[in-house]
């Protein structure tokens, strides 16, 4: 089964594909990582996409599609593919159409996480990274308790882009450019809304819970 999972910044996104990866036999595709490795490099690609970046815009289709194309033509086999933060526009959700297609596959549902704006922005001024081992956490919703993560915390990062001028510029984005595709997969019955306020396994029941009754 393929699964995009959809929601502005801020609403988990990345934590709950994490989730389902770990107790569904899936993969996870999150353009924002795939992003990131590529600006590490420090190319002149990597440069371009970190000033789209930095500013809350949308990176474009070209590299987007690029990026896609390149891992899923190195899988071995693409069924349990799990997409986060992608497609994010009208163009990118016709390109996956046409690359799933191409692998005879399908997408079998899309789940849209929905949060009100005053807790994105808390979610994500309070987001750190560590750089070492990848784990998200926050700073007001989730610290890092030493049992669960031993990484030293000055590994702990602020993403460039988690800022209070850029993140309004990436709500709106999501709301003129993502926002509309949705009705294209609730036509094809495939779209499941989930209140993305509450506490994260809360979230994961309910996500855990429309993904086992697809699969029987
Ligand atoms: P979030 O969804 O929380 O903003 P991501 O890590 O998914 O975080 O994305 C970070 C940034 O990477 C986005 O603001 C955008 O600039 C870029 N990006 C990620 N995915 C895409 C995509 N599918 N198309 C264009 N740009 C993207």
Excluded at 124 to 133: H, M, Q, S
Excluded at 142 to 157: F, I
Excluded at 181 to 197: F, G, R, S, V, W
Aim: glycine share 6%; with cysteine.
């Amino acid at each position: 089964m393929n699964i995009i999972l959809f929601g502005p910044p801020g609403s988990g996104k990345g934590t709950q594909a994490d989730n389902i990866v770990k107790n569904f036999n899936s993969y996870k595709i999150s353009t924002g990582d795939l992003l990131r490795v590529e600006m590490k490099k420090n190319t002149d690609l990597g440069k371009e996409i970190k000033t789209k970046i930095d500013r809350g815009s949308l990176v474009s289709d070209d590299i987007i599609n690029n990026l896609i194309v390149k891992i899923l033509s190195n899988m071995k086999n693409i069924n349990g593919l799990i997409f986060d933060g992608y497609p994010r526009n009208w163009n990118q959700a016709k390109s996956l159409d046409s690359l799933i297609k191409k692998y005879n596959q399908k997408i079998s549902c899309v789940l849209c996480l929905n949060i009100d704006i005053e807790t994105i922005i808390k979610r994500v001024l309070g987001r750190l990274i560590c750089t070492k081992c990848g784990l998200t956490f926050n700073k007001y919703f989730n610290p890092p308790k030493k049992e669960e993560h031993n990484c030293r915390l000055n590994y702990l990062k602020v993403r460039s882009d988690d800022s209070k001028k850029t993140i309004k510029n990436r709500i709106e984005i999501y709301n003129n450019n993502t926002l509309p595709i949705l009705d294209y997969y609730e036509d094809q019955k495939i779209l499941h809304k989930i209140d993305a306020t509450g506490e994260v396994n809360k979230i994961y029941d309910e996500i855990r819970g429309i993904i086992t009754s697809l699969e029987t």
